[in-house]
């Protein structure tokens, strides 16, 4: 049992050395409390410090997203000029509706513009002449064409981005449309100077 606690004026102050005893341990284990809760939680830390870790990854991430969608792009406009570039060579050889068109109309105006006195190699000149040299004309704009595409789209990675090399199967479709388009270009001129299927003989 506690004794009762004299001041020094001798007035009793009501309260055993137990009870006071056992305040200042709570006092001393609540400051205690706080201290190592002031110790483990730093100034500046908690939320906030997490929030800003996040927006740093976030932009990080954003950053490193941005140059690949360039590339992709970059891609996808050379390998489809690449596609263009070889199907224009195969319309150079093959003929096209553009061509049909300028040899029915050349046809036409030979018949229109030839009498029927004129000579035989001038009829077969003015109605069947023409109409192939237009055939070849048009035939030979189509394989140039070609020829264009191609080297622009060989000769893109030198004027872009420094170390990035350009896909395999861009190079190769590139390629075919540049050697479908010399081909075509070479027929076409041939053609049309008669060198290649010139105009039967009339005499």
Not at 15 to 43: F, I, L, N, R
Not at 46 to 75: F, K, L
Not at 187 to 200: M, Q
């Amino acid at each position: 049992m506690g004794t009762k606690t004299v001041d020094e004026a001798g007035t009793d102050t009501g309260a055993t050395s137990d009870e006071k005893t056992v305040d200042v341990t709570k006092k001393d284990v609540t400051e205690a409390d706080g201290s190592v809760t002031d110790e483990a939680t730093p100034t500046g830390a908690g939320t906030d410090g997490s929030a800003e870790a996040d927006d740093t990854t976030g932009d990080d991430t954003a950053g490193d997203d941005a140059p690949g969608d360039g590339e992709g792009s970059t891609g996808v406009g050379q390998g489809a000029a690449a596609v263009v570039s070889a199907g224009l060579g195969v319309v150079s050889l093959t003929g096209s509706w553009v061509a049909t068109v300028a040899a029915a109309r050349e046809t036409l105006v030979g018949q229109l513009q030839t009498s029927s006195s004129a000579s035989v190699a001038k009829q077969v000149k003015e109605v069947y002449g023409d109409a192939w040299a237009a055939t070849a004309l048009v035939g030979g704009l189509f394989a140039l064409a070609a020829l264009i595409v191609g080297v622009v789209v060989l000769a893109r990675p030198a004027f872009g981005a420094p170390g990035r090399p350009q896909a395999a199967w861009i190079k190769s479709v590139a390629w075919a449309g540049v050697s479908l388009g010399v081909i075509g270009l070479v027929l076409a001129v041939a053609k049309y100077s008669d060198i290649l299927l010139g105009l039967p003989s009339t005499g």
